[in-house]
């Protein structure tokens, strides 16, 4: 068969299987700064990357001597829902009193979730004189 | 550990809280398992000292205070990034700005400051306003003008791009999260035919230089002053693709059926103000050939509709002007806003498609919790319950784009913000 026909039925056009002189030339270079790709000239640019505020240092509270009948609050942050949170914190709460006497556990759901800070749940941990603070649990 | 305890632990205390605050670990996903999996996690291992969960979290709680944990007050460190990169050839440049992240890793037009300055004639606004000043994950950047500039350049703008892209930029960093959330970016008003922004044939496909550098600039600057860095402060799981482009288009308000406003018009700004809106969503469901009369087009958008979150009952209809004119003409839709009711009022899922995902969990149950209605009622519903989730529609959007070619749309979950003000910015 002829070579033009067998390509017209594969339908692939003949002209782009023998294609043109141009194609074989390397692709025009894109545009670049002011000196050229592959260039040993130094140039200056500018920085797009803006510097971070480093936070101020915040120290974390002291700590306990030990769990014997203090009062933990288990904040659950609702993170992809609440219960997996509960369950943890259900745990948690069995393992404490099996091995701290009086130890105490109050599991708080935040009202905001994750994403703000729950007014009424920072008043009860001080209304409540909270010894210690679970917070979690993110994913 | 290259993974978010380890962004908690670094990134968030040094530019956050400032809190060296004390972690211990599971395994993730800690959501959606079992319950006696996650019960166990109690009884098994803390993933960062490797010892039993319930001994690190009393050393947490109980172990004297380390003299780093102690520290108070201005850091002594600071971060410091120059104005000018230090002078170097094209290919090592090109090479930091690939190692620090800059940009999306395609060709960039590297900021000469001579470049930048024919960027700021742009506008008449100064090179060193304030803009605002991003503090999402930490950091409190100040994104000057000049700064938006420099993103401007790097993706390829001209001049008379910058007043949209500096709207756009009161609108960055672009949307993040875990999951693959991305960006929708409408263009309407005059601009929109000025700049020859595309909202004809393949308004959202890869044919209109506007539409390209401009949506490029989103991402571009989004990555710089919202300092997003794969697996230092950029935790999306499967990432997005859309995020390249974030989906810029401009509405065809031309072919807008007699009644449809533009969707700059339904936020009260005037038909002759140019205007960038940006949403934010996940899900995009297209559409597939042309509609048929045995379906009409809005109950089968009304049927896609129930794959999405209705998280905050957003949803943003896409749609070619030929099924605009249907749903006016074949439907009896005389305006925009009684095509949103009409799907705010029909759109239904059943109680357990709308709690069994992550983020109404997330969001919506706090809520609930709270007796706050419908949602306290809705979780007490059976799971086989129909309910109907987009409860406001002024939070159904729809948007008219596209060359007329086919009747197709798309449905998607995208919450749209209230659009800024591109003269604004000129």
Not at chain 2, 57 to 82: F, H, M, N, Y
Not at chain 2, 188 to 211: E, H, V
């Amino acid at each position: 068969m002829n070579r033009r026909k067998m390509l017209a039925l594969l339908g692939i056009s003949p002209a782009l299987v023998t294609g043109t002189p141009a194609l074989g030339k390397p692709a025009a270079r894109p545009p670049a700064g002011d000196s050229y790709e592959g260039s040993e000239e130094r140039i200056t640019v500018m920085n797009p990357a803006i510097a971070n505020k480093l936070a101020p240092r915040v120290a974390l509270a002291p700590r306990l001597k030990d769990l014997n009948n203090k009062l933990i609050y288990m904040i659950n942050l609702s993170w992809e829902g609440p219960d997996a949170a509960n369950y943890f914190y259900g745990a948690m709460t069995d393992w404490l009193h099996q091995h701290y006497t009086g130890v105490r556990t109050v599991v708080k759901v935040t009202a905001e979730g994750m994403f703000g800070t729950d007014p009424s749940v920072l008043k009860a941990i001080r209304e409540d004189h909270a010894d210690a603070v679970v917070v979690g649990v993110a994913g | 550990m290259n993974n978010i305890v380890h962004y908690a632990l670094t990134y968030v205390r040094k530019y956050d809280t400032g809190m060296p605050l004390r972690f211990v670990a599971v395994p993730f996903p800690f959501t959606g398992q079992p319950k006696e999996v996650d019960v166990g996690y109690v009884t098994g291992k803390d993933m960062l000292t490797d010892q039993p969960m319930m001994h690190a979290v009393v050393d947490a709680l109980t172990k004297p205070l380390t003299p780093e944990e102690k520290i108070t007050g201005a850091p002594a460190e600071e971060s410091v990034e120059p104005r000018l990169l230090p002078p170097d050839t094209e290919d090592n440049l090109r090479a930091l700005f690939d190692e620090r992240g800059w940009a999306d890793y395609n060709w960039i037009n590297l900021p000469t400051e001579k470049k930048v300055m024919a960027m700021l004639r742009g506008t008449s606004h100064k090179p060193d306003e304030v803009i605002k000043t991003i503090n999402i994950t930490g950091g409190a950047r100040p994104l000057t003008v000049e700064k938006v500039a420099i993103s401007a350049v790097m993706a390829g703008a001209s001049p008379e791009h910058f007043p949209v892209i500096l709207a756009l930029a009161t609108q960055a960093p672009f949307g993040n999260s875990t999951s693959s959330m991305a960006n929708m970016v409408v263009i309407n008003g005059p601009i929109a035919k000025k700049l020859k922004f595309n909202s004809g044939t393949n308004a959202m496909g890869p044919y209109n230089r506007s539409n390209a550098v401009v949506g490029r600039a989103f991402t571009i600057l989004s990555k710089t002053a919202g300092d997003l860095r794969n697996g230092i402060n950029a935790w999306e799981s499967l990432g997005s693709n859309f995020q390249y482009n974030n989906i810029l288009y401009a509405e065809n308000e031309d072919a807008l059926p007699e009644g449809w406003n533009p969707l700059h018009v339904q936020m009260g700004y005037k038909p002759s103000d140019s205007v960038v809106t940006v949403g934010t969503g996940w899900t995009s469901i297209s559409s597939v050939g042309g509609s048929q009369e045995l379906y009409p087009v809005h109950h089968l958008m009304r049927d896609y509709m129930s794959a999405l979150t209705a998280s905050g009952s957003s949803a943003t209809i896409v749609m070619d002007p030929t099924v605009a004119g249907l749903l006016q003409t074949a439907h009896g839709f005389k305006t925009k806003e009684q095509l949103s009711e009409w799907f705010s009022q029909n759109a239904q899922k059943t109680a357990g498609n709308y709690w069994g995902n992550g983020v109404i969990q997330s969001v919506v149950v706090p809520l609930a919790l709270q007796g706050l209605e419908p949602y306290a009622s809705w979780r007490k519903l059976p799971n086989d319950a129909m309910i109907k989730p987009f409860t406001n529609p002024r939070a159904i959007h729809i948007v008219v784009t596209g060359g007329k070619i086919q009747t197709t749309w798309f449905v998607t979950d995208f919450g749209m913000r209230r659009g800024v003000k591109i003269d604004d910015w000129a």
